[in-house]
């Protein structure tokens, strides 16, 4: 990535980027692109004070957090200048669950168990219905969750979907979490080993990574409960078609547009 192509990083959230990818924003497949400095996505918001006010200049108006009522008591989002915090709580892995497990293999059945819950639980439904909802009252906004890369992976890929990304597109998006999250997945490893022994680290392993498999776990329950994306949205989301388009527009810079 060049000097030009480089978007807003943020030192203590190392999942911190922008929706639309780098300037001038991804493609879209009929020949348009995203319009950056929209909508934005991260892990959570664990600032330094030279990072808080960099948030702060970018003028968020709303800060949605995905995270579960623990996990939100356990690290608070800090007060932003003119932000709105909004909690909308995605269900997202279950540690208790994950915790007793003794071999990766089953650990990688929970996470697609996770990625499937996105289209068959209700309260997830509710989650991802409100937040894109949300998120059509326009620009600056953020959402987020823990590591930034399950609940906020599908909710970014929905949205690159909506506007017309392709799947190859959505797909390599949703795995640079793994490369921006180096520091605080080696983080996390050490808690991990450190409270629950350094054998779990290899079990937990693949909760601590996105993975292609756990997003087409997704797509295909998608597939089989909606028939396809534009029937979850509308039918599972309960998002009508004025939603969708009014994020359409957010997202888009139609082909031919300055």
């Keep these: ?152 992976g599908w909710v970014a890929a929905l949205l690159l979907h909506l506007a017309g990304v392709d799947d190859a597109t959505i797909e390599a998006d949703y795995l640079l979490t793994n490369a921006r999250t180096a520091r605080s997945r080696a983080r996390t490893e050490a808690q991990i080993a450190e409270h629950l022994g350094r054998e779990k680290v290899a079990v937990f392993a693949p909760a601590l990574v996105a993975d292609v498999a756990y997003l087409h776990a997704a797509l295909d329950e998608v597939e089989a409960s909606y028939g396809d994306r534009r029937g979850y949205l509308r039918d599972g989301l309960g998002l009508g078609e004025d939603v969708l388009e009014r994020l359409r527009t957010l997202l888009r810079v139609e082909p031919g547009q300055p």
Excluded at 8 to 20: E, Y
Excluded at 57 to 71: F, K, M, Q, S
Excluded at 97 to 112: G, I, S, T
């Design 1 to 152: 990535m060049s000097e030009a192509e480089e978007y807003l990083r943020l030192a203590s959230v190392d999942n911190f980027r922008d929706v639309a990818g780098p300037e001038p924003g991804y493609a879209t497949a009929d020949g348009g692109r995203l319009r950056t400095g929209v909508f934005y996505r991260s892990n959570d918001l664990q600032l330094t004070e030279e990072d808080h006010g960099l948030l702060a200049r970018v003028g968020l108006h709303t800060v949605i957090d995905l995270r579960t009522a623990p996990e939100v008591a356990l690290h608070p989002d800090p007060a932003l200048p003119g932000a709105e915090l909004v909690h909308l709580d995605a269900s997202g892995i279950p540690m208790e669950e994950l915790a007793a497990l003794d071999h990766r293999d089953d650990a990688q059945a929970v996470m697609a168990q996770v990625y499937r819950s996105f289209v068959t639980h209700p309260k997830s439904l509710s989650a991802f219905g409100a937040v894109l909802t949300r998120l059509a009252d326009g620009g600056p906004q953020l959402f987020h969750c823990s590591a930034g890369k399950d609940r906020t």
